[in-house]
């Protein structure tokens, strides 16, 4: 009831009190513009908002999966928006986490929800399609999963960060080839409603809007603004995002064997769900429910000591870049197994017992002496 009276609340306040927020409009707008043969990237402001960034940024089969959302009067169309997101959250979480762990890791989430609901994005569902991914994947079913993936990737990029888990699977050929089978399919479907030089067109102008937010080193709410800002230098976008992919995936290749374990491939998705927020260059807010339910499965697959309790604490406050980046680094070590190198390298440094003789045995020696 409390994710239901979330989406409710969310409803009214950007659908009744007032509808000057932007960006469910934007959604609902994406449809008719693309029926009607309209650039679903241009500027509409007497229909989407007046700011230079209230313009669609989704792929144009985004566009035409927000068709029931435009079909109906604009409340509902509020509300079913809100719903889907919160109540597919919801259903995800419960199935990641079973028994009682589930409403530890939905209580870890809300907060984040609250945010992402509230602003009418669509963070809430990506963040479900891409657990939902995870779970077919571990059940074997790559068509739900290739629909996952791909229906994520073509509203946000970040979804198409679960390729790793297709490509281990034992049969990857068919895995991938299932999967892009499904990614295509979506990719043309928008020729249901338009030609295809129209969907060709509309391609092409939502490749310039990627490739010109790809320069913004302001907007996210990212850890590499906050880097820039601390070291007082400009660094592009890529340098960051290349050495954390690089560091993302060392494990994998590192202990190739380590993906038969259930646990690895959990605490992988846990590093993945806050690497694709943290290191995304338009991350906002919002985004963070998709790195808290890493957070969640972090925090309920480790023992409950202190300096986790802090960091789960700073992350659910609101903090974000910070504390999120600590735990994902954290992640990242325990993956390598951090803590088996350290012991090995102290068990190659000898006690302080062997290296300095007792104080008997200098006394001994000056006798004989």
């Known amino acids: 009831m409390l994710f239901v009276g979330l989406a409710v609340v969310a409803t009214v306040q950007r659908g009744v009190v007032t509808r000057t927020h932007a960006t469910f409009p934007i959604f609902r707008q994406s449809f008719p513009h693309l029926i009607g043969g309209q650039d679903l990237y241009g500027r509409y402001p007497a229909e989407q908002g007046i700011e230079a960034r209230d313009r669609f940024k989704y792929s144009p089969t985004a566009a035409l999966l927000f068709a029931p959302f435009s079909a109906v009067p604009f409340v509902l169309g509020l509300l079913l928006w809100t719903l889907l997101n919160a109540l597919a959250l919801y259903k995800s979480v419960e199935r990641l986490f079973p028994g009682s762990d589930a409403v530890a890791a939905l209580a870890i ?100 809007v990627l490739f010109a937010d790809a320069g913004d080193l302001t907007f996210a709410r990212s850890i590499m603004v906050v880097i820039r800002s601390v070291v007082g230098f400009h660094v592009e976008n890529w340098w960051f995002q290349a050495v954390a992919t690089m560091v993302l995936v060392t494990p994998l290749a590192s202990r190739r064997d380590a993906w038969k374990e259930a646990g690895f491939r959990r605490t992988f998705l846990a590093s993945l769900l806050i690497y694709v927020v943290i290191f995304n260059h338009q991350a906002e807010n919002s985004s963070y429910v998709i790195a808290a339910v890493g957070l969640a499965v972090w925090f309920l697959s480790g023992p409950r000591t202190w300096p986790r309790i802090a960091l789960l604490i700073a992350c659910m406050a609101g903090l974000e870049a910070v504390p999120y980046f600590i735990v994902w680094l954290w992640l990242q070590f325990d993956l390598l197994e951090g803590a088996r190198f350290i012991a090995w390298i102290r068990a190659q440094v000898p006690e302080r017992a062997d290296a300095v003789p007792e104080p008997s045995a200098l006394a001994a020696d000056v006798v004989e002496a």
């Open 109 to 208: 989430v809300f907060p984040a929800l609250i945010a992402a609901v509230q602003s009418t994005s669509s963070n809430g569902l990506i963040a479900a399609l891409m657990v939902a991914s995870f779970l077919a994947i571990e059940r074997g079913r790559m068509v739900r999963a290739g629909a996952a993936i791909a229906a994520g990737a073509l509203m946000k990029l970040y979804p198409a960060a679960a390729l790793p888990f297709v490509l281990a699977q034992p049969n990857r050929r068919r895995a991938l080839g299932v999967v892009s089978l499904v990614a295509a399919t979506l990719v043309v479907a928008p020729l249901l409603v338009v030609t295809p030089a129209q969907l060709w067109a509309q391609y092409r102008s939502w490749a310039a």
